[in-house]
C-alpha cells in the first residue's frame, strides 16, 4: 500500500482552518425534512430523496461519482462506486431517514429550523443521523481538498429506512459487487468507537385452543360430575390461558439468558425476549393473524405473540433451534398443546439484524482510536446495545464500527447535536480513513 507522507499534517491544518463549515452541511441537512413515510403516510415521500440530491450535489463537487438508485416505493438510496482494484476501501454509512417531530409545542425551536444555540444545532434528526452524515461529508472534503486520491477507495453510502428496520442498507448491500472493506457507521455513539452489538429476531408464536362459550367456562374450572351435560360442555381451551401462562415462562428463559449469555462489550440481559404485540382470537387468517374478538362470551382459540428478541453475538446459528426447542418443550407440559403445538414465525415484517462483533485488534478499529488520541481525546472502545446498519456489514464481510458525535433528545424534543463533537468526529474520520487505507 502507498503511504501518505504528510498528509496527517496538511488534514489537522486543513480542520483547523475549516472545521466551522460542519455546522451550516449539518444545518442544511435537517432543513430538509424526510421523516420516514412509514411512520407517517402524509409526509412527503420524497424528503429523503430530497437530501439525498442535497449529498449527491456536495459529492460531486468533491469529483466523486454518486449513484442514485430507487431502493424500494421510489425512495432513494446513494453510494459512490468503489474501486475493485483498490487494495483496501473503506465506507461511511449514514441513513438519510428520520423519525417524526412529534407535538411541535413541546419543542423550544421549530424542529426542522437547525437552529444554533450554546454550542448545539438544534432540529430532528441533528443527533440521529444529520451530524453524523455532515461530519463524514465534510471529512471527505478535507480529503479531497489536500489532494488524497480519493478514487473508490473511500465510499459514501446513504440510505434511506434505518428507522423502521435497516431496509435501506440491506437493499444496497444485496446490490453491491463487493462490500467494503472497512465501513463507519455514523449514529451517534457519543464518541466512543462501537465494536460489537447484538443482533435481533422479530418472531411470531401463534398458541391454539378451542373455542367455546363462556357460560360454560365453570365446567374446566371446577370439576363437574361424570356424564353430566356441564362436563361435556367444558371442552374449551381458552388460548388467552394458555398464551399467559407461556409468557411467563418465556420471562424465565429470558431470566436465565441473561445470567448465562454474555459478551465482555454489551450490557449483562441485553438478550432480551419481549412480548411487543399480542392478538387473541378466532381463527387465523391469510396473514396468519386470529380474527379478533369484542365479545368476551366467546373462548378464544388463537393468540399471536409478536417477541422483540435480542441475542449476542455468536449465537446467529444457533438461538432460532435453541428458542424453538424451549417453545416444544413448554408445549410438552399440557396435554393440548403437545398435541397442538405451537407455531413459531421468525422474520416478522421481514426484520432480522445480524450481530457484529469486529475484534478489538482489527486495522480499522487501531486506526481510528489513534486517530482519536492524535486529536487529543482518548479512545473509548465500546459495544452498542441496539441495533444498527453496521449489522449488515458485518453480516457482508466488513470490519464495521459504529462511531458518531454527542447530543441529546434523540426520538424526543429538542433532539441536538454538539458542535464540537461533529468537529471532532469530521477530523477523525478524515485520519481513520487515511490510516485505515494506507494499512497502518
Ligand atoms: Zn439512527
Redesign the pocket.
Known sequence: MQPTPGLDAKLHQWFDDHADDVVKLAQDLISIPSVNPKFNPEESPYGEANVQEYIADYLHRLGMDPVLYAASDDRLNLHTPLNPEADRTIAFN??VD?VPAGDERSWSFPPFSGALSNGRIYGRGAM??KG?IASALLALRALHDTGFEIDGKVGMHTVVD??AGGFGTRDLLSRMKFAPDGVIVG??SNEEIQIAAGGLDWVRVTIRGRSGHAGWRFAEIYPQPFESPERDAGTSINAIDLASNFLQAVNGLERQWSATKVHPLLPPGITTISPGVIRGGSGLDGQGLPTLFNNPAVIPDSVAIDFDLKFIPGDDDSVRAEFEDFVSTWAKQHYWTANNPPLVKWEVADLRFPSMDTPFDDSLVTALSQSVEASGSAPQVTGFPAV??SAFYAAAGSAAVIYGPQGGG?HGPDEWVSIDSLKRVSRNLSLAALAYLDGR
Open positions: 449514514g441513513h428520520v440521529d443521523m453524523g434505518e428507522e449514529e451517534p444498527a446498519d434523540i
